[in-house]
């Protein structure tokens, strides 16, 4: 017997509880077309004014050069790299969803993927500032481009650092594209209901989209395309990202558990930062008929998982330190548990491992509270899994070059800095675009399915033929 | 229809047109900013119309009796004010000049301050060059600096980059000859230079080394 998706809650139309398709454009593009409010013109100058304080911090190292943050040696990554991983883990959630979410037919995705699209790519715009910085030269930085030069030298394609480049380039390009042939319907819809400059400029970027079949098929064929292509993103991105450790020699960095362990750990803070923005965004513009208790707790569900998974992968570092019997290997991880820098280890354990163990009891999945506070945990755990793995350098083979790491006050304010940089262009995500797969949303409808009869309604499981 | 048929062909327009300026970018850093381009022929004036012509080419001075140090020292070395007075304590007119450039050795010397003689050949700080590794292994100073000997005024004749740097050391063999000739620079050798230097590789035992920590120290 074929289920109806009635049947199976995970398959259940995302829109149970509005009407018509009419409601649905009313309450997406309704909030672009409104005038601005003065919060949120406060809030874009609050966070415009934090871009602009990452602006001149990193102007100010382009004249002093890297001496201003605390790296030194033996702690050569400090902030700068832990900030990078960071926020390249919080752009995982958006591919994540938006691709194999999608593979998998995951309807409830379509209440959340355009936000977390969004949020991939001004985050992966934030990781990038810290490499480009972090070379020390930034106006040389095209070198790690195979582009002819003086030197006769080319990039070495042996080393993780390389790749990394093409891995994090591909993927933000990718999501760019996603994300915007995703808007395209959307940007149709509210160029029809506009008038003037804007219709204007909204008819620029909707590229002439009529909404034909033609059209359609052609989206749908593209969207699947793209859903491929990026889904091995997904995994690659954050494995390279783990390379760049692993396939150096340091102790506790050069593990095969890194690329999984990584993808899990960036998959479980992408997910903590689609949450926490999506609790605010679904009270302040009134989303709460589209984005459904429901898909929030399926959130949890994914974060619960992938929580595990990290302390799973945490447990295994420490059992393979002392099976390997290598000293050093021993030392490390010793060292990190118990040495000089033993509370960034305990804050990394309590808030990844321990926090999303409260997600197993349904109540709490269904507390915003309890999510929003639990969310903001993760993505600090998640923030100091990056620093222990990085402050590892500070006692690494020989005890005589051992040192303390401390961030410099430029560290800590190029970090709050980008946080203007992400929050400013989501203000304006927030603003100016659909902030809900509009299409997307109705196709999820049971008025969508053809099997959907007016005067029977969804309730009736075995209304089809 | 709110745009005309023609826009249809804008996006494809605006693509091919940033692949070609891309394309020109990196082709015009790679000409223009090469320093095949920007250094080579660097010439200054010099405060003294000092000609290399008259004295290495045409007087046939030893570049040695003035840069004594290459063969020593990292640094070929510009000779002090005396080494020309040993000259023109007695030669006090040139013959295209006159006095005029020739007083002004004098000059510097009765007031006790050196020529300041404007740098031609320049590498960063960051890379490290050693003359005498080079000269003692049978590398003329033309294969480097071209022919002084007939310059009047000393102009850059390569590019010093660091692809220029590992053309030879990948391939010494046709930059070697006698280490008793490197600074004759109008000799040139009888037959296959590379035949020539693979003799000169194995005598002075010749392995140029590659690894960046050669020149980046």
Redesign the interface.
Known sequence: MILHRDDDPSQRPVLLETSSFHEVTEIIAGPTETPLTTTWILLLMLSGSLMLLMAGLFGYLFWEGTGIWGINMPVAWGWDIVNFVWWIGIGHAGTLISAILFLFRQKWRTAINRFSEAMTIFAVMCAGVFPAFHVGRVWVVYYIFPLPNQMGAWPNARSPLFWDVFAISTYFTVSLLFWYMGLIPDLATMRDRARGTRRFVLSIFAIGWRGAARHWQNYERAYLILAAISTPLVLSVHSIVSFDFAASKVPGWHTTIFPPYFVAGAVFSGFAMVANLLIIAREVFGFKKVVLMHHLENMNKFMLLTGSLVGYAYAMELFIAWYSGNLYERFAFYNRALGEFWWSYWWMVSCNVLAPQLFWFKAIRRNLWAVFVICIFINIGMWFERFVIVITLHADFLPSSWGYYRPSWVDVFTFVGTFGLFFTFFLLFLKFLPQLAIAEVKGAMPEADPHHLPSAGHSAGGAHH | M??PKWT?KV?LVLLASLVVLLCFI?FA??YWG???NYVVGYQPVQPIAFSHKIHAGELGLDCRYCHFNVEKGRHAGVPPTETCLNCHNIVRSGSKTGTAEIKKIHDAHSKGVPIQWVRVHKLADFAYFDHSAHVNKGVSCVECHGRVDQMDEVRAAQ?L????C??CHRNPAPHLRDKKLVTNLAWTPGGDPAELGREFMKKYNVQPRTDCSTCHR
Request: charged share 10%; proline share 18%; net charge neutral.
């Open positions: 709110l745009f249809n996006p990196v850093f790679a090469s320093p095949k590019p980059s660091m692809g220029w590992l053309d």
